[in-house]
Every structure is written in structure tokens, then in C-alpha cells.
């Protein structure tokens, strides 16, 4: 047998030599490059090709969106845009196909550019049909030259702008702009989605350097750190297809008091050191750092994100301090604009529920008031929460900041309390205007364009006998004159405010104010049901606070009279001429909309504005 193990040995060996010089470098082609098949990758996002393992071949890869070849055995790719692509290995010399793979190219989500600790977010989920409601719905709003300054002092909404405008494009339309904070940072940071990475740099350091900021240095990864006027410094640096700019909160001094100037509002690190240049460093490596989905799959906003419908702009916040340890868990809205109208709506997400569960009537005086208020305001809260809302939890900084507040003013904080435990939780409010009064004041009176209307106002009572000693109290403590009139049932204080007659009725469930002119050629009806025709199934009912401003019915009601007892016909036409021209230079709102309600789990908030149509 030994004979034949020494035959096999030396066919072994011989085919070991065979196999070396066939993939040694003589025969580098018998060995394929690896492109790795098909796959989908986010835009900006780096994705390598080929292989690390020894002897691969080095090729040249074409990634087929229009960008440089790269050479290597193993190379790391970054798409910056959406779309399907074919990548190919080609041979160094040649354009022989050695392997290719078809790469799906989607964009990166903005939550995912967002660090998943985040306390606050603003942002669109992609520029495209997104920003351009937003710019129209401000300019009509404020004015295109007033709307694009305003929108240009955000950080980074400048280059946006710019894209809009037709110029360079260099953002990337399929992904989102945004603003968020982090936890111990007391400022603010950017976001972008870009295509072209240096040439969004070098636009934004340009719009910088206009602004008045100044180039420190730049780094070889990217980075540029400027400094402000100020002397507060900014980072801009590029990370996986977005562009973000780190801004810190700066202090501007307004008399003996501080204000803090910010894009975002955050309430951060109380006390905390300025930021300085280490700091931002420590920023950007938190988010260049990052892996996973970032902000997108945390389960909060996950939960939250099903309670809304979809928009334009969206916002996301966690519940701190005060809020967080009165169970407020956190915050989604979401804000759609269409033409001349804005619809915004959120959800509050609690760990208990909202008001302790308890509930208060509806609004007696909307079933049954004088058609045609140009403004509501409908509250039905648990009085003890409604004194949470106003003045901040017992024991809270909050209330002890009212309670001081008030001491200043005048008012006792425990006359006020005992005030409020008189109520029963429901309140209403209704204004109405008189064309009529208003031009018989502006042409034969002090001709001042002064209101004239009506307000109305009821609460609810548990106990009437603070209330009246309140009412009593205050009205002698201003020296104000008032006639009291005891009735069986009720008690009417009489006075004059502005000129106007005032009339407080108490009763033993009922605060009733009448304030102004007479309502006596207004017919009466359920005002309740229709501002819930007009604006939602649920407002203006038991346990929301509802809101309206008509100011569009405002503005018919002084288009109408034709005559006015009392006025000089040819006089009338000359005053409502005026008084359309003064109105024309308000911001054109038309209505405004406001309504919240608790439900399972939380509350729900809607708003709505509309604008006078061209």
C-alpha cells in the first residue's frame, strides 16, 4: 500500500501548485469582483461594494448617477440622490462588465437624521410640495417681503428659499428640513437635506458671512466653525445626505430683564455654561455618532403619530418639568395647509387622564343667545383644573410667580381661590358688533374709530355669595360707581365701563354680564349647534374649550348699512370707504378656530385660520 499513499501525496501536491498559479497574479481574472447583489439604500447614506478578503481584484466601480468613477478592490459609495441605479465593476482598462447589482436609492428620512433623545422636533418630512404651502400661506398672510425675511432668519431656510427660486439646486427636494433640541444643550440645531454637500457648505457659510458671521477655521472631514458678531459660535458640518448647523441660545439684554432669542424654544440645562466650540464639537459627534432610526421608531412618537392625521409640518416634544410630573407624557401636531386656509391639529399624550376624569357642564347661554357673535369662547373645565390652567399647580413655581403677581396688582390670591371654587367650571363668552353705533360714533361723535357692540358673558355658580362679594369689592376698590338692585331671585350691579352700560346679574347658579348696546333686534336661537355646523361635530360642547373670532363677518357687518338713523346720508359712504381702507392694511385673517378636548389617553387640540380670498 506505502506505493500508492506516495503516488497520492505527489498528485496533491501537483494540484495545490495547479490551483496557486491559477489565482496568483498571472490569472487575477479567474477571481470576480463582488458587487453584492441588488438592495435598496437611503440617499447619503455611505454603502460599500467589493470585497475586503485577500487577492480580490481591484476594478473600477461605476455607480451610475453620474458621479466619478472610483478605483479598488473595496470602495464606500454615498448616493446623493433618490432613484434606481446600476452599479458595475468594470475592469480597470477596460469596459468589460465584471459584476454589477441594481441599487434602489430612497430618501432618508428626517427622523432618522434626528437623534432619537431629541426633547423637541420642528420639521417636513420632505421639501417637495411641503415648504411651498407654508412660504404662499405666509406671504399672503404677512406680505411676500416681510414673509421671506422672516423665513430667511431661520438657519438654513435660506438655502431652501433659494431652491424655490429656481437657483443651483443643491437640497434635496425628497427629504426633510428640520429643527430639534438635545438634552444639555441650550440652543438649537438644523437640518438639511442636501444633494451636493460642498456646495451647500460653501452657500450656507456665504449666507453666514452676510449675516455678519465669520470663519474660524475648517475642518478636512467637512466641519466649518464661524462665529457671530456676538462672539457665540456656530458649527455647520455635513453627515449622511444632511447638512446640520448647531446653533447655541444667545442673550440680549431689554432694560433689567433677559430674553432669549431661539428658533426653538427648549428649556434645557438650568444654569448651564455657555456653549463654546468644545461643546458643539460634543454635538456633532453625538450625531455623526448615531446608528439605528434615530428619532423615527421611538416608541413615543410612534404611539403619537398615529393619533393625527398627516401634514406639512409636524411637531414632536416631550413633556419636562412641570408637565412631565403631572403625567403629561409628550406632544405631536401636525400643521396642513391648503390655499388660504391652515388646519393644525395635536395630540397630548397623558399617563392619566387629563382633569382627574372630571368633567363640567356645557354652556347654558349657547343654547339659547342672539344670533350672529363675531367671536366665542365656550370653557367647560373642572373649576380646580381651570385654576391649574391660570395660575400653575399648588406647591408649582408657577404659582407662586401668579400668586406674587397678583399681590402686586391689587388682588388677595386667596380671594381669588375661594373665587374660583364659587365656579361650576362652565364659561361663555359671546361678542357682538353694532355697525350702526360704531358710525354714529366715528361721524357724530368723537369720530374715533371706537367699537361698539355687545359682550356677553355667563358662568356657572356653586356659590353665589363670593362671587357678589368679590364683584362688590373690586368695583369700590377701583372707586368706580355702581348701583346695586336686589331682587327675589337675583342681584344686578349696575355701572358704566368705557362709556358703555354694564349689568352683572347673580343669581344663585349664574354669573350673567351684559355689556354695551342692546341685543333686543337680534333673534335668539341654539348659537351652539351652529358653530358646531360650521366648525366641528364636537366644539362648543361639555368638556372642551372652544374659540372663534369671525372676523370676516366683522368686516360684512360694516360693508352693510346703507343708512344709519341719524347720519347724514351723503356722510355714510365717505366713512365706510375709510374705515374698508383701514381695514385692508390688518393682516387679511378672515377666521380663526380653536377648540381642545380631553379624551382616552390624553387631549386632543384642533385651530384652524382662514384668509380673506383675493
Given at each position: 500500500?506505502?506505493?500508492h499513499?506516495?503516488?497520492?501525496?505527489?498528485?496533491?501536491?501537483?494540484f495545490f501548485?495547479?490551483s496557486?498559479?491559477?489565482?496568483?497574479?498571472?490569472?487575477?481574472?479567474?477571481?470576480?469582483?463582488?458587487?453584492?447583489?441588488?438592495r435598496?439604500?437611503?440617499?447619503?447614506?455611505?454603502?460599500?461594494?467589493?470585497?475586503?478578503?485577500?487577492?480580490?481584484?481591484?476594478?473600477?466601480w461605476?455607480?451610475g448617477?453620474?458621479?466619478?468613477?472610483?478605483?479598488?478592490?473595496?470602495?464606500?459609495?454615498?448616493?446623493?440622490?433618490?432613484?434606481?441605479?446600476?452599479?458595475?465593476?468594470?475592469e480597470?482598462?477596460?469596459?468589460?462588465?465584471?459584476?454589477s447589482?441594481?441599487?434602489?436609492?430612497?430618501?432618508?428620512p428626517?427622523?432618522?437624521?434626528i437623534?432619537?433623545?431629541?426633547?423637541?422636533?420642528?420639521?417636513?418630512?420632505?421639501?417637495?410640495?411641503?415648504?411651498?404651502p407654508?412660504?404662499?400661506?405666509?406671504?399672503?398672510?404677512?406680505?411676500?417681503?416681510?414673509a421671506?425675511?422672516?423665513?430667511?432668519?431661520?438657519?438654513?431656510?435660506?438655502?431652501?428659499?433659494s431652491d424655490?427660486?429656481?437657483?443651483?439646486?443643491?437640497?434635496?427636494?425628497?427629504?426633510?428640513?428640520?429643527?430639534?433640541?438635545?438634552?444639555?444643550?441650550?440652543?438649537?440645531?438644523?437640518?438639511?437635506?442636501?444633494?451636493?454637500?460642498?456646495?451647500?457648505?460653501?452657500?450656507?457659510?456665504?449666507?453666514?458671512?452676510?449675516?455678519?458671521?465669520?470663519?474660524?477655521?475648517?475642518?478636512?472631514?467637512?466641519?466649518v466653525?464661524?462665529?457671530?458678531?456676538s462672539?457665540a459660535?456656530?458649527?455647520?458640518?455635513?453627515?449622511?445626505?444632511?447638512?446640520?448647523?448647531?446653533?447655541?441660545?444667545?442673550?440680549?439684554?431689554?432694560?433689567?430683564?433677559?430674553?432669549?432669542?431661539?428658533?426653538?424654544?427648549?428649556?434645557?440645562?438650568?444654569?448651564g455654561?455657555?456653549?463654546?466650540a468644545?461643546?458643539?464639537?460634543?454635538?456633532?459627534?453625538?450625531?455623526?455618532?448615531?446608528?439605528?432610526?434615530?428619532?423615527?421608531?421611538?416608541?413615543?412618537?410612534?404611539?403619537?403619530?398615529?393619533?393625527?392625521?398627516?401634514?406639512?409640518?409636524?411637531?414632536f416634544?416631550?413633556?419636562?418639568?412641570e408637565e412631565?410630573?403631572?403625567?403629561?407624557?409628550?406632544?405631536?401636531?401636525?400643521l396642513?395647509?391648503?390655499?388660504?386656509?391652515?388646519?393644525?391639529?395635536?395630540?397630548?399624550?397623558s399617563?392619566?387622564?387629563?382633569?382627574?376624569?372630571?368633567?363640567?357642564?356645557?354652556?347654558?347661554?349657547?343654547?339659547?343667545?342672539?344670533?350672529g357673535?363675531?367671536?366665542?369662547?365656550?370653557?367647560?373645565?373642572?373649576?380646580?383644573?381651570?385654576?391649574?390652567?391660570?395660575?400653575?399647580?399648588?406647591?408649582?413655581?408657577?404659582?407662586?410667580?401668579?400668586?406674587?403677581r397678583?399681590?402686586?396688582?391689587?388682588f388677595?390670591?386667596?380671594?381669588?381661590?375661594?373665587?374660583?371654587g364659587?365656579?361650576?367650571?362652565?364659561?361663555?363668552?359671546?361678542?357682538?358688533?353694532?355697525?350702526?353705533?360704531?358710525?354714529?360714533?366715528?361721524?357724530?361723535?368723537?369720530?374715533?374709530p371706537?367699537?361698539?357692540?355687545?359682550?356677553?358673558?355667563?358662568a356657572?355658580?356653586?356659590?353665589?355669595?363670593?362671587?357678589?362679594?368679590?364683584?362688590?369689592?373690586?368695583?369700590?376698590?377701583?372707586?368706580?360707581?355702581?348701583?346695586v338692585v336686589?331682587?327675589?331671585?337675583?342681584?344686578?350691579?349696575r355701572t358704566?365701563v368705557?362709556?358703555q352700560?354694564?349689568?352683572?346679574?347673580?343669581?344663585?347658579?349664574?354669573l350673567?354680564?351684559?355689556?354695551?348696546?342692546?341685543?333686543?333686534?337680534?333673534?335668539?336661537?341654539?348659537?351652539?349647534?351652529?358653530?358646531?355646523?360650521?366648525?366641528?361635530?364636537?366644539?362648543?360642547?361639555?368638556?372642551?374649550?372652544?374659540?372663534?373670532?369671525?372676523?370676516?363677518r366683522?368686516?360684512?357687518?360694516?360693508?352693510?348699512?346703507?343708512?344709519?338713523?341719524?347720519?347724514?346720508?351723503?356722510?355714510?359712504?365717505?366713512?365706510?370707504?375709510?374705515?374698508g381702507?383701514?381695514?385692508?392694511?390688518?393682516?387679511?385673517?378672515?377666521?380663526?378656530?380653536?377648540?381642545?378636548?380631553?379624551?382616552?389617553?390624553?387631549?386632543?387640540?384642533r385651530?384652524?385660520?382662514?384668509?380673506?380670498?383675493?
Open positions: 500500500m506505502e506505493p499513499v506516495r503516488v497520492s501525496l505527489r498528485a496533491l501536491t501537483a501548485l495547479v496557486v498559479a491559477l489565482v496568483g497574479p498571472g490569472c487575477r481574472r479567474a477571481v470576480k469582483p463582488e458587487a453584492g447583489g441588488d435598496t439604500v437611503e440617499a447619503g447614506v455611505p454603502e460599500g461594494f467589493g470585497s475586503e478578503a485577500r487577492g480580490a481584484p481591484e476594478v473600477r461605476d455607480f448617477d453620474g458621479t466619478p468613477p472610483q478605483k479598488g478592490a473595496r470602495v464606500s459609495h454615498a448616493f446623493p440622490r433618490a432613484g434606481t441605479f446600476t452599479v458595475r465593476a468594470l480597470e482598462d477596460k469596459d468589460e462588465v465584471l459584476a447589482a441594481t441599487v434602489t436609492v430612497v430618501p432618508r428626517v427622523l432618522r437624521a437623534p432619537a433623545d431629541a426633547e423637541v422636533a420642528l420639521f417636513f418630512p420632505q421639501l417637495r410640495g411641503n415648504v411651498e407654508l412660504v404662499d400661506f405666509s406671504a399672503r398672510l404677512m406680505g411676500e417681503a416681510q421671506r425675511r422672516s423665513l430667511e432668519e431661520a438657519p438654513l431656510l435660506s438655502l431652501v428659499l424655490l427660486r429656481g437657483q443651483p439646486r443643491v437640497v434635496d427636494p425628497e427629504e426633510g428640513v428640520g429643527f430639534f433640541s438635545l438634552p444639555g444643550f441650550e440652543g438649537t440645531v438644523a437640518l438639511l437635506g442636501v444633494t451636493e454637500t460642498q456646495a451647500a457648505l460653501d452657500a450656507v457659510v456665504k449666507e453666514l458671512e452676510s449675516g455678519g458671521a465669520g470663519v474660524v477655521r475648517r475642518e478636512p472631514e467637512g466641519s466653525h464661524l462665529q457671530r458678531e462672539g459660535p456656530l458649527l455647520l458640518f455635513p453627515d449622511r445626505g444632511y447638512l446640520y448647523l448647531v446653533v447655541p441660545d444667545t442673550e440680549e439684554s431689554d432694560g433689567a430683564e433677559t430674553v432669549r432669542a431661539q428658533v426653538v424654544k427648549v428649556q434645557a440645562q438650568v444654569g455654561a455657555p456653549a463654546d468644545t461643546t458643539l464639537e460634543a454635538i456633532r459627534a453625538r450625531i455623526t455618532g448615531m446608528s439605528g432610526p434615530g428619532l423615527s421608531e421611538v416608541p413615543l412618537l410612534t404611539e403619537l403619530r398615529s393619533k393625527v392625521g398627516a401634514g406639512n409640518v409636524h411637531l416634544a416631550r413633556a419636562e418639568g412631565a410630573s403631572s403625567g403629561i407624557r409628550g406632544l405631536w401636531a401636525a396642513k395647509v391648503d390655499g388660504g386656509r391652515a388646519d393644525l391639529e395635536g395630540w397630548v399624550a399617563e392619566q387622564s387629563l382633569f382627574d376624569g372630571k368633567s363640567a357642564p356645557g354652556s347654558e347661554l349657547l343654547g339659547k343667545a342672539p344670533a357673535p363675531f367671536a366665542a369662547l365656550m370653557v367647560s373645565i373642572p373649576p380646580e383644573e381651570l385654576a391649574k390652567l391660570v395660575f400653575g399647580a399648588p406647591g408649582s413655581e408657577r404659582r407662586a410667580r401668579t400668586q406674587q397678583l399681590l402686586g396688582e391689587g388677595d390670591a386667596s380671594e381669588v381661590d375661594g373665587l374660583l364659587a365656579l361650576r367650571g362652565d364659561l361663555t363668552l359671546l361678542a357682538y358688533f353694532d355697525a350702526a353705533a360704531f358710525y354714529r360714533n366715528f361721524i357724530r361723535g368723537n369720530r374715533r371706537e367699537p361698539r357692540g355687545t359682550l356677553l358673558f355667563q356657572g355658580l356653586v356659590r353665589s355669595e363670593p362671587v357678589l362679594d368679590w364683584l362688590t369689592k373690586r368695583l369700590q376698590a377701583r372707586g368706580q360707581p355702581f348701583e336686589k331682587g327675589a331671585d337675583a342681584t344686578r350691579l358704566r368705557m362709556e352700560p354694564v349689568e352683572l346679574t347673580i343669581s344663585a347658579d349664574r350673567t354680564m351684559h355689556g354695551g348696546e342692546s341685543l333686543a333686534a337680534r333673534a335668539s336661537g341654539d348659537v351652539g349647534a351652529a358653530l358646531r355646523e360650521r366648525f366641528d361635530a364636537q366644539a362648543f360642547t361639555p368638556g372642551h374649550l372652544s374659540a372663534m373670532v369671525d372676523v370676516g366683522l368686516r360684512a357687518e360694516l360693508d352693510a348699512p346703507q343708512e344709519v338713523p341719524g347720519v347724514p346720508s351723503q356722510q355714510l359712504p365717505v366713512a365706510r370707504s375709510l374705515v381702507t383701514l381695514l385692508d392694511q390688518l393682516p387679511p385673517v378672515e377666521l380663526v378656530f380653536l377648540d381642545f378636548a380631553p379624551e382616552q389617553g390624553g387631549g386632543r387640540f385651530a384652524r385660520t382662514q384668509l380673506r380670498s383675493r
